[in-house]
């Protein structure tokens, strides 16, 4: 009973969140149209080059590009982002960066479409509700992650309480016997027992995995146990040595022309550009689930590739760590299990509020029955 209520607030904060960033990449386009989607009118677009040019006489010196995100579909527009880390003693979210802003123009003709704030970007701030309950990461990680230990233990005491003894109690307990003069203690108790029992699976799968993040010796202590000796195998070409900065982004139409003709199927193409001299910039081809997804690293002045690693590369330890996500959200089996990552998500945040109501009913229900009982006739 405690644990429920103490933990209670922030599992729905959890849940409703969780709700919505299961399915953010298809909700995102619908919303966000207006700055996603663009006319082309030609066949041909601008060079990445006159793109990064762009996007920096729009930022000037003291913004620089830090990624840029491309669509493999067309009559997209691309994202630059610009950010800077910040070290001020704030609490909240919103401290951790100076700035973190978006660029969206159209690859057709150059144009501006939009530029904006993204540390308040409304999937952004509903991300951040769900990863740190909005304060810097290392305060409400661990607020987070000791929530959901909460929330299992819960879940686990709940299953124990409610647990047909019986065969004759068994034929009751699983599904819904209400009556028409059923009344709402009634349904809601059955809401949460029923409910509870049928999201216990998923809802510790989700917990489990939030826990991963929330912890990094629980991730660190997995991918030891899973790897038993093992060594990740990622193909190193050449490494990587400073350059002149005044010669920067040189290779880039040929490293976005390499990718996208070796991994054509990509949903999308990530750039991370580097923050000092090096010429490292660091290739994602993005893919769903995002396991599949392989990172590259690229001479951005030559062209050259200098790094990859795929799902095939990592160790067992490192390939589970790379599904977590795609096991948090359900995204590891499509669809489906997006649908039941949904439906677990939900049901995780209407639990406090109908175990609540359950203690209170049985706590103060009686009492209320008792003084009205006691109350003189007039």
Known sequence: MWIGLLSGVVVIILGLTGCVLVFVEEIRPFVYADRLEVRPVSENRLS???MVQKAKGIWGKDKPVSALEISNAP???WQFR??????????????????YESLFL???TGQLVLHEQSEFEFFRVILYLHWSLLLKTQLGQPIVGVVTLLYVLSLLT?????????KKARRVRFWFKWKANSGLKRKNYDLHNILGFYAFSVGLV???TGMVWAFPVLDRGLQHLLDTGEHSIKKTIVSVHAVQKALDNKGLDFIYADIKKKYPEAKAYHFYFPTDTSSKVTVLARYEPTLKTVVMQYNML??????????????????????????????????PGKILAFMGSLISASLPLTGFLIWYNKKWGKRKVACNQRLPVL
């Open 206 to 208: 989700i917990a489990f």
């Open 82 to 99: 610009s950010y800077r880390e910040d070290t001020n003693q704030g609490y909240w979210y919103w401290n951790e960066k100076k700035f």
């Open 302 to 335: 030559s062209g050259q590739l200098l790094k990859t690693s795929t799902f095939e590369d990592k160790s067992n330890g490192e390939k589970f760590s790379s599904m977590n996500y795609d096991i948090h959200t359900g995204s590891i089996l499509g669809l």
């Open 75 to 77: 009559g997209k527009t």
């Open 48 to 50: 990445m080059q006159d």
């Open 158 to 166: 709940g299953l124990y309480l409610w647990w047909p003894k019986n």
């Open 106 to 108: 159209d690859p057709y």
